[in-house]
């Protein structure tokens, strides 16, 4: 969801990148349906392959022979770096749960999520209530899904 | 009609109080990403054991349409669809959180599930037996068409870019080919990862492609979730009421498209939301705003979503094949119960059956008070918890969701890259929905597609299988008008503009 707010040329270019990029996923797509026994198995994705091959190039095309710059939604205020460490923290997540089980690392997670997101200056008051809430809202959900819901969270190998 | 003692028997306080507690029940877990309404029937089914099979039945309709709409909250507040019925409510309801209106477009949705449920409620109260046989004219080639149909909505959804539409669309159909062939059991595009055999989980996927990109951008910047209006403006109800009644024949419409796909099996409540939505901003005088935060396109979605509820009770009760996947989880309870179900229930156990319709009314009517209530709440802990609560809150149900599916960490790794690739897909134009769109048409697609291909190829009738048959036909039609009428009548309205000048 972002908005387009300045005009870059080089997106352009972007767009033909990813344009080669789909054609090589239709390609590798194709190959792998030539190891497929049954021709039902195959034609259908060989088919999308093939048309998915043949619309990038009409994109790389449209591109190509008439160049518009494209909508760049970028924010100069944006940070990078916190949108890479949710993605990171978010898999650390998966990580962990094997081995520490569902309730610890989705503790160490929602904190570290927390610390992520947060703008605000962390006030003595922030300290204290934010990490009881972080600890009441997981327990909250493990309850709800563990018990009620009666989902098998993994329990951790650490604690087994 | 069946008479007036069967409304007495489904108004004991017994069944008012279950129907309300199915209703809470489906709306709260409904509206948690990852917990279909298909999960919620089947989580709470136990309950319904030791009741009277009337009972049992009315709890299980109260938790199924509770969970059906409850989708429309997660669908409108975090561009997230609680449950994949509610995809097309992403659409429209999303940017109108955005720019201030979610507690209208809540109301809005409670006001055409409300409506959408009691229209599928009627069709099988009053038309049951013969709407069951248009299940049964049904076959693969014409539910390859119904997929195309819905494939249809990518040109409108792409945004200034119908080929950046088309190729996400078939990016998300081979996502769908991944794993186990459905018709061969081939493997497909798994390049021998164990944990790809078991396909790309639907819920997931939807889950990480729209509901990463939001977390992803909220995090990058200081700025509020939604805006926030600092008046205190209630309900909203009657705004939201003229807007429905100005819409009303639309509302109709879409009800009566989700009661006709809720009847058909295997099709379920997100292609009901799709064709209604392709269908309202086909027919809509406003079609250029679909997509914008049109509230027509959340009223169609939401009807359609709900009446499908009503819709595929018909195949099931009448013929004993589930209209939707919910429903396959009520028929095994109703089995349990001892209720044979087909042609002769509605004469035999015509007290159970009559008895189950008016509760289903009655937990559609509780939908009303409960789901304006919850929205309510629901919207103004959106709005006023904080960013650094808001987001590892949200990210956190997005984990337990999509583990809780298949109880799958891998599922949640897959959710998690996907959402990462969606959005930046999106940075260069190619907007997630077109592959929402593949992933979940591509199956039913495929299948519907070879399914077909064989039976034309062994009978030496191709050309026939796919273009002469009489429903087939009509979808064509639908899909063509679908494509060009836009383009149609703006020739229209250009030539009649050229004419008078």
Redesign the interface.
């Known amino acids: ?2 908005s387009s707010k300045e005009i870059s040329p080089a ?1 352009d270019m ?2 033909v990148v ?2 080669c990029l ?1 054609i090589v ?2 390609v590798v ?1 194709l190959w ?2 030539t190891n ?3 021709s ?6 060989r088919a ?2 093939i ?2 091959i043949l ?2 190039i ?2 790389i095309v ?1 591109k190509l022979v008439y160049p518009a710059a ?2 760049n ?1 970028a ?1 100069a ?4 770096i ?2 890479i460490v ?2 990171a923290v ?2 650390l ?2 990580g962990l ?2 081995w520490l089980g ?1 309730l610890i690392s ?1 503790i160490i ?3 570290l ?2 610390l ?5 200056t962390w006030t003595p008051v922030k300290k204290i209530i ?1 990490p009881l ?2 600890v009441s ?2 327990l909250g ?1 493990y309850g709800l ?1 563990a018990h009620l ?6 329990t951790g190998i650490l604690f087994d | 009609m069946p008479g007036i003692d069967y409304i007495f028997a489904a108004l004991t306080p017994l069944n008012l109080l279950l129907a309300l507690i199915g209703v809470i029940a489906g709306t709260v877990i409904g509206s948690l990403p990852g917990l279909t309404a298909t999960m919620a029937v089947a989580v709470l089914v136990p309950l319904t054991f030791s009741m009277e099979p009337a009972s049992a039945l009315i709890m299980m309709g109260a938790i199924y349409t509770g969970a059906i709409y409850g989708g429309a909250y997660s669908a409108i507040l975090l561009n997230t669809p609680g449950t994949p019925s509610a995809i097309a409510t992403t659409f429209d309801g999303f940017p109108m959180a955005k720019q201030g209106k979610g507690d209208l477009a809540i109301t809005l949705a409670c006001i055409a599930s409300v409506t959408g449920g009691l229209v599928g409620a009627a069709f099988l109260l009053m038309l049951a037996p013969p709407l069951a046989r248009v299940a049964l004219a049904f076959g693969p080639v014409e539910y390859f068409w119904l997929a195309i149909f819905g494939l249809t909505l990518i040109s409108a959804l792409s945004e200034g870019n119908l080929l950046k539409g088309l190729i996400g669309a078939c990016f998300g159909l081979l996502l769908a080919c991944v794993g186990v062939a459905e018709i061969s059991a081939d493997i497909r595009f798994t390049f021998g990862n164990q944990v790809l055999i078991g396909g790309i989980e639907t819920v997931s996927a939807l889950i990480g492609l729209y509901c990463v990109p939001v977390l992803i951008d909220l995090v990058a910047t200081p700025d509020r979730h939604l805006k926030v209006t600092h008046v205190p403006r209630g309900f909203r109800f009657l705004e939201a009421s003229a807007i429905a009644w100005r819409a009303k024949f639309s509302l109709l419409r879409s009800s009566v498209i989700g009661t006709l796909v809720g009847i058909l099996p295997g099709a379920g409540g997100s292609i009901a939301g799709l064709v209604a939505y392709s269908e309202a901003r086909r027919s809509s005088s406003r079609s250029e705003n679909f997509g914008h935060g049109e509230p027509e396109g959340i009223m169609a979605t939401e009807s359609a979503n709900n009446a499908t509820v009503g819709g595929g009770f018909i195949p099931t009760l009448v013929l004993g094949i589930p209209g939707t996947p919910p429903d396959a989880v009520i028929l095994g309870a109703l089995l349990i119960q001892g209720i044979r179900t087909g042609p002769s229930l509605f004469a035999e156990g015509g007290s159970i059956v009559y008895t189950f319709i008016y509760g289903l009314f009655l937990a559609t009517l509780l939908m009303l008070p409960v789901g304006l209530i919850i929205g309510r709440y629901a919207y103004k802990a959106i709005i006023t918890i904080p960013k650094a609560m808001l987001v590892p809150t949200v990210a956190f149900m997005t984990i337990i969701g999509t583990y809780a599916i298949r109880n799958s960490i891998s599922d949640v790794v897959i959710m998690i890259l996907l959402g990462s690739v969606g959005w930046v897909l999106n940075r260069f134009g190619f907007s997630p929905s077109p592959i929402v769109l593949g992933l979940i048409l591509g199956s039913i697609a495929e299948q519907g597609f070879v399914q077909a291909w064989t039976i034309g190829a062994a009978t030496g009738e191709l050309p026939k299988m796919f273009f002469g048959r009489p429903i087939s036909l009509a979808i064509i039609m639908f899909i063509l008008l679908s494509l060009f009428y836009p383009l149609i009548r703006k020739r229209w309205i250009k030539f009649r503009t050229e004419n008078r000048q």
Do not use: E
Request: charged share 15%; with cysteine.
């Open positions: 969801m972002t997106r972007a767009s990813m344009a789909f996923l239709g797509a792998d349906t497929m026994m049954d039902d198995s195959s034609v259908f994705p999308i392959a048309v998915m619309l990038s009409a994109l449209q494209a909508k939604g924010d205020r944006a940070s990078t916190r949108r949710l993605v978010m898999l997540c998966c749960m094997p569902f989705g997670t929602y904190l999520l927390m992520v997101a947060m703008y605000d934010y809430i972080a809202v997981v959900f899904f819901l009666q989902v098998p969270l993994p």
